[in-house]
């Protein structure tokens, strides 16, 4: 007797989320699920489930339910392509990539072409987390969106921040080797060169990326050169060493990065033991003052254990994507696309924000925080005891570049 | 280059290059008991600091220096006597394909565990201070342990080997097994100790290492490929070559990034601002590569340059 139960119960939970599955709306991440980028994947999904639980309680998109579909693309272009078709078949109407800009131009290129040949059955891609300015830029497409700001508006706030520490003029500047690294070496050169003519290049390396395994000869070359400030585009193990070996090594200097937000960062950057001399110059942190941001991050956190403000794309996504289909009043993907073109919404650090129509990039404010042992009861990151402590937000329109996206429209 | 630059990269150099001889010392050793080139060596070294963080956890980090160690020595005697040992007889392609096998196991078994993100494994309390000064910087005193722990189990080793019985049956069993047996003496016996104890010294590097570097499921893998270059450039199974071969390495290392020098700036000295035009577009890119960004490079290019011209290492008896 108990036996049919279960299986009459076990039968009815299959037919509930086959018909579940019927008329979700789908949403499909294609990153590297495994290898060493997956522990970066592994949190991006998280902080977007956790978005997309908050919109289907509160009913979903115009009454269907959001679903979550996962591709590992084992992080490289060509098995992007291959998972991009899959998420497709599998009835993915928006495809997010996030982890590697690479991965971002296969997809954009991917979808392209699936749209042009399948007018009735186009798809979105969002860009969850690569910030190449490409990808608004040049690489700019008509289906794609990005939620995140590019390394150009961020050296473009860098650059502002720093006409207000005159006090700094002797600069280092420490970048990987590869595109992510060198295009960003040379726009703070330009950028920060021309807001500050005054800063002196004391440094200038270029080193391989996540290959090295001890970075003190390079913090060595950094004492000995007197520099005040070390700008650096490094992360993961890159930034992680580097951070310690400079703790270690008693490096005076202040450090001004782009990912020091990212997974494993704050762990060595507490370890390193260099308060206040750490700086994150990225879209937000913990530390911007908003309540909203703070009781996000409070309940967030005590259902991953994890910060979810190093990803503020995903939030950005799920929350632009349910004002628009609001608006548009249809999933049709013709119509959210018009939505979003220009749909205002609040980041997950309660600022305003918009994605500009000419090119599709995210408009909004930017952060500029140190790392700091904080007081009791201060949100901390990874179990540190140490925090973001904001020093600087930076407007939107300080750091609205001019679009170079020559979009071609159907 | 000032002298303060000289001598912080000899510093940095020397100990960088003895944290790599602690790892390339049971590889060495292994090598030459058993001919096998072990790929897991460094999966060996990441088990060593995770084993290391979670005993330091309970127990401190000296008894966790200890303990970690053997741990990982009885897990390389058990893979060598469960796993290597029967692998054996199908040759050393059989045994090399298995070791890249256990290097993969091991890195997903950690990362089962431990999960992805880097362990918080820090440096104890007891040697968190600075050691010395010298022009204004501090040394920190782990650093200096490091150093000394290096030099303590090279000098241990080497007096293990040259002048102990052990020392001699271990080497008589690479060179006359068969002899070695008839004797009396438990050949496999000393070939799966040889293993574990090559283990344990990279347990060691590893506990000692976990906390400088980064405790995370990639630290093997990024360390694994410069192992192989000392071993070679030292010289397949030599443990004075794997000894002189890290030094160089961690010369090479660290003083490449100090020198900041480009073909132009060689071409400079004698009046040539400009790579010219007719070598095209290579000379062009390579024309403002520095020393110091290609540096971690130059020991690989040492490995191939080694291969070519004395194939045996500089130290090594045999091709």
């Known amino acids: ?410 | 280059m000032s002298a303060e630059v000289i001598t912080f990269s000899l510093l940095n150099g020397t100990l960088y290059g003895m944290l790599l001889f602690l790892l390339a010392s049971g590889l060495t050793l292994i090598f030459s008991m058993m001919g096998v080139l072990n790929f897991a060596h460094a999966s060996f070294f990441m088990i060593g600091a995770y084993f290391g963080f979670e005993i330091s956890k309970y127990v401190g980090f000296f008894p966790a220096l200890i303990l970690a160690p053997i741990l990982v020595g009885l897990v390389g005697a058990l893979i060598e006597r469960y796993g290597l040992r029967r692998v054996h007889k199908f040759g050393h392609l059989g045994e090399l394909l298995f070791t890249i096998g256990v290097a993969f196991v091991i890195e997903e078994a950690v990362q089962m565990i431990w999960g992805r993100s880097p362990m918080d494994y820090q440096i104890p309390a007891a040697l968190d201070f600075t050691a010395f000064e010298i022009f204004g910087t501090g040394y920190p005193a782990f650093r200096l342990f490091m150093l000394i722990m290096s030099v303590a189990i090279f000098a241990a080793l080497a007096l293990l080997l040259t002048r102990t019985r052990v020392g001699l049956v271990v080497k008589a069993s690479l060179t006359h097994p068969e002899m070695v047996s008839m004797l009396g003496h438990d050949v496999p016996l000393v070939f799966m100790s040889v293993f574990g104890v090559g283990s344990a010294l990279a347990g060691i590097a590893g506990v000692i290492g976990g906390p400088i570097l980064i405790t995370q499921p990639s630290m093997a893998m990024s360390l694994g490929p410069i192992l192989f270059v000392i071993v070679v450039v030292g010289g397949l199974g030599s443990l004075s070559g794997a000894f002189v071969a890290s030094l160089l390495v961690g010369f090479i290392q660290t003083f490449a990034v100090a020198i900041d020098l480009s073909v132009a700036d060689v071409f400079g000295l004698v009046g040539v601002t400009q790579p010219p035009a007719a070598l095209g577009a290579l000379v062009s890119d390579i024309w403002n590569v520095s020393v110091s960004q290609i540096g971690p490079v130059i020991p690989y290019l040492l490995l191939v340059a080694v291969l070519i011209f004395r194939p045996m290492g500089l130290f090594g008896k045999r091709a």
Request: proline share 4%; net charge negative; aromatic share 8%.
């Open chain 1, 1 to 410: 007797m108990k036996k049919t139960h279960i299986l009459f119960a076990s039968a009815l939970t299959l037919m509930a989320t086959g018909a579940l599955a019927e008329d979700t709306f789908k949403f499909a991440m294609i990153d590297p699920f495994s290898g060493p980028a997956a522990m970066v994947t592994e949190r991006i999904e998280n902080v977007l489930r956790y978005s997309v639980d908050e919109v289907n309680a509160a009913g979903g998109i115009n009454g269907q339910q959001i679903e979550i579909l996962t591709f590992d693309n084992k992080m490289s272009a060509q098995e992007t392509a291959i998972q991009a078709q899959k998420a497709i078949d599998a009835g993915a109407r928006i495809l997010q990539t996030s982890v590697s800009s690479s991965n971002t131009f296969a997809l954009v290129d991917f979808v392209n072409k699936h749209n042009r040949r399948n007018p009735d059955d186009q798809v979105i891609v969002f860009d969850g987390a690569s910030h190449d300015p490409a990808i608004t830029g040049e690489k700019c497409s008509y289906y794609s969106f990005s939620w995140v700001l590019d390394a150009d508006m961020k050296t473009a706030g860098l650059a502002h921040y720093l006409t207000e520490r005159t006090d700094i003029t002797k600069v280092y500047l420490l970048n990987a080797e590869g595109s992510s690294g060198q295009t960003t070496r040379q726009s703070v050169i330009e950028m920060v060169g021309e807001a500050r003519p005054d800063i002196e290049w004391v440094g200038d390396d270029t080193h391989p990326l996540q290959k090295i395994t001890d970075f003190t000869p390079y913090i060595a070359k950094i004492k000995a050169s007197g520099a005040q400030a070390v700008i650096t585009s490094d992360w993961g193990a890159d930034l992680a060493l580097v951070l310690k070996a400079a703790g270690e090594g008693g490096l005076e200097a202040e450090w001004f990065t782009y990912f020091s937000t990212g997974p494993g960062a704050p762990t060595a950057m507490a370890q390193s033991g260099l308060d206040g001399k750490v700086y994150s110059v990225f879209d937000g942190d913990a530390g911007v003052a908003s309540d909203d941001l703070h009781a996000f991050e409070a309940a967030y956190r005590s259902a991953s254990g994890f910060s979810a403000s190093p990803f503020p794309g995903d939030v950005s996504a799920i929350r632009a994507l349910t004002q628009a289909a609001e608006k548009a009043g249809s999933n049709e993907v013709h119509d959210l696309i018009a939505a979003l073109e220009g749909i205002e919404f609040t980041t997950v650090y309660g600022a305003a924000a918009t994605s500009r129509p000419e090119d599709h990039q995210i408009i909004t404010q930017m952060a500029v925080s140190k790392f700091v042992d904080v007081p009791e009861g201060t949100l901390d990151e990874e179990g540190t005891g140490w925090g973001w402590e904001n020093v600087a937000i930076v407007p939107a329109d300080v750091i609205t570049l001019p679009t170079t996206c020559e979009m071609k429209r159907p």
